[in-house]
């Protein structure tokens, strides 16, 4: 049987990180996977997740079994986390998963499983995952237009206009915050647009919002999808806590189902626990009691917050550093979106030729589609790849 399997392709992100590894220039640059790293390039543990491993490790009595939903407690904290007060919390159905991955792939999975014929609007571009995994379940994908190469923008008409298409029952994918992996975001009037497109064609939201706290705030970045939660019937929601807790390894994941008025609640929670079931049982729980112990601590979510914070502004930091220094190197303001992104990535907006002279003239690594992770940049190496990106001629 084995002879039968056919090779998959390799995913490019995962792929440049380890040709990064095996390049042996002592002054390369990564900005290749999505991972947060500091001025002096390591991944830190934040502060309030030591912090909770100490006080786990000392107070854990049992590792037996939690439920297929994962704690309860995990789901308040993160929905309350998330979603706020957007809606009640009696109309939310929840269930922790492996990462924020695991929680799209089951949101998908939830999708076939109560609409076969549903279709699913991807961003152009979107996550790669995001449509690998679609393509996997065999579930039809429609791109809807979104990044604006010449601006650097959103072409916020095209969006329009694709959306519009959308039937009763087909699902449109959203990036909550921090659209990876443009960078490039919605401003609120114009989610009240997505929205009033969301009615008008009763297709059903899923947003996936995995960098909660990388862009204007944590009460900023969740500001969209709180809004759509609460004037849609029906949302679908994948949250990761790899990012904005730096728990990457532990798969820490929760997704959502809210139905408003409560009335469809109970079959959701049933399903997503029948869906997790079939696939890996039990959620894993480690993270996400972290998580658990530090959002309901109020001395442990300030120092949290607080890190959070540090992280944001330094990223910023970085994407205003870069931004200026094009405009010194060029004379003019055409790399200024780097400064108006927002998130961990940025696209600069050339192409895969483009990407691979600065990979091999200049050792920066950067994905094919000229996604940027900011956070692979310090104080340092931002005027070495500015000064690349003009050297390449971009
Ligand atoms: C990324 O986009 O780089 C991250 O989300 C990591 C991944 O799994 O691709």
Known sequence: MFEQLKPQPADKILTLMQTY??????????????VYKNAQGVTPVMRAIKAAEHRLWEEQETKSYVG????????????DLVLGDAVPRA????????GGTGAVRQAFEMIQYGNPKARVFVSDPTWPNHISILNYLG????????FDSETGGVDFDGMLADLDQAQPGDVILLHGCCHNPTGANLNPVQWQEVIAVLKKTQAIPMIDIAYQGFGDGLDEDAAATRA?????????????????FGIYRERTGLLMAVSQGGANTGIARDT????????F?????????????????????????????????????L????????????GSDRFAFLGQHRGMFSRLGTSPEMVEKLRADHGVYMVGDSRMNIAGLNARTVPVLAQAIVSAGI
């Not at 590894?21 to 999505?34: F, M, N, Q, S, T």
């Not at 997503?272 to 696939?279: S, V």
Request: hydrophobic share 45%; net charge negative; aromatic share 6%.
């Open 21 to 34: 590894r095996e390049d042996p220039r002592a002054d390369k640059i990564d900005l290749g996977v999505g």
């Open 68 to 79: 297929l939903l994962g704690d309860p407690a995990f789901s308040d904290a993160m929905i």
């Open 91 to 98: 109309s939310v159905a929840a269930a922790a998963t492996p």
């Open 139 to 146: 579930i039809e994908t429609v791109a809807y237009r979104y």
């Open 228 to 244: 759509v939660a609460a004037a849609m019937p029906e949302t679908l929601i994948a949250a990761s806590c790899s990012k904005n």
């Open 272 to 279: 997503l626990a029948f869906l997790n079931r079939q696939n």
């Open 281 to 317: 049982s039990f959620p894993p729980d480690h993270g996400a009691r972290l998580v658990t112990m530090i959002l309901t601590d109020p001395e442990l979510r300030a120092d949290w917050a607080a890190e959070l914070e540090e992280v944001r502004l330094s990223m910023l930091g």
């Open 319 to 330: 994407r205003k550093q870069l931004a200026d220094e094009l405009q010194k190197l060029t």
